[in-house]
């Protein structure tokens, strides 16, 4: 008898955790689309993907290389990925960085319905100048996105190091270089001594 109720408690334990998860229903947060790393995406109040059939499910703005720093005074790529879910075109038109650099758009970027566009592709057609602090990766930029008919979005948009999927995208202009790593003293005569 002590043997069957220590097996009946130990399936309860073990299907706790799986019970619980699904009470959680369809509104939790881990039914909610996610970025797979850490460039951000566009999520509502409600907690809805997304604004006002504005959809962002990557954005990043791109900082330096690991180690290094975006100088004060320089630039930095800003890649999004949109997609207008609205039944007719829209257009972004302007960004807005607020106090801590000024967003230039080369042209408006068009928004077919329904058609994901990517803002980085060929070339990132979003830079923020004139940067007010230096960057090393990790910081979050606030970014106003002005759109036709969808009108202003706003976001808190992730600096991100050229490193890890990240690494293949041009640098960011005005970089500094990360430290070139030099050996110790001790470091060195251990190499030495073992030649």
Same mark, same amino acid.
């Not at 699904?22 to 509502?44: I, Q, R």
């Not at 994901?116 to 004139?130: A, D, F, H, Y």
């Given at each position: ?7 009946? !408690? ?7 955790? &799986? ?18 790393? %850490? !460039? ?9 993907? #997304? ?11 791109? #900082?330096? @290389?690991?180690? $290094?720093?975006?100088?004060? #005074?320089?630039?930095?790529? &800003?890649?999004?990925?949109?997609? =207008?879910?609205?039944?007719?075109? @829209?257009?972004?038109?302007?960004? =807005?960085? #607020? ?5 230039? &758009?080369?042209?408006?970027?068009? *928004?077919?319905? =329904?058609? *994901? &566009? =990517? ?9 923020? %100048?004139?940067?007010?602090?230096? *960057? ?6 606030r970014l106003d996105l002005q759109f036709?008919? !969808? ?9 991100? /190091? ?5 690494? @293949?995208y041009p640098p960011a202009p005005n $970089? /500094?270089?990360?430290?070139?790593? /030099?050996?110790?003293?001790? $470091?060195?005569? %251990?190499? %030495?001594? $073992?030649?």
């Amino acid at each position: 008898m002590t043997r069957r109720r220590w097996i009946v !408690a130990a399936v309860a334990f073990l299907a706790a955790p &799986v019970l619980a998860g699904c009470s959680a229903g369809f509104d939790a947060d881990t039914n909610k689309p996610y970025a797979p790393n %850490e !460039a951000g995406v566009l999520f509502d109040q409600a907690k809805n993907y #997304g604004t006002r059939g504005i959809q962002i499910p990557q954005a990043f703005i791109l #900082g330096p @290389d690991s180690g $290094a720093q975006l100088v004060y #005074g320089g630039s930095a790529p &800003v890649y999004l990925n949109i997609l =207008n879910t609205n039944g007719a075109p @829209d257009t972004l038109t302007a960004v =807005n960085a #607020g106090t801590m650099a000024t967003a230039k &758009v080369t042209t408006p970027i068009q *928004l077919p319905s =329904n058609q *994901l &566009v =990517n803002t980085g592709k060929p070339s990132p057609q979003i830079m923020l %100048e004139g940067i007010s602090k230096g *960057l090393r990766g990790g910081e979050s930029i606030r970014l106003d996105l002005q759109f036709t008919n !969808a009108g202003v979005v706003s976001m808190n948009v992730p600096v991100v /190091t050229r490193s890890r999927e990240f690494k @293949d995208y041009p640098p960011a202009p005005n $970089a /500094t270089a990360a430290p070139t790593p /030099t050996p110790s003293a001790t $470091a060195a005569a %251990e190499a %030495e001594a $073992a030649h």
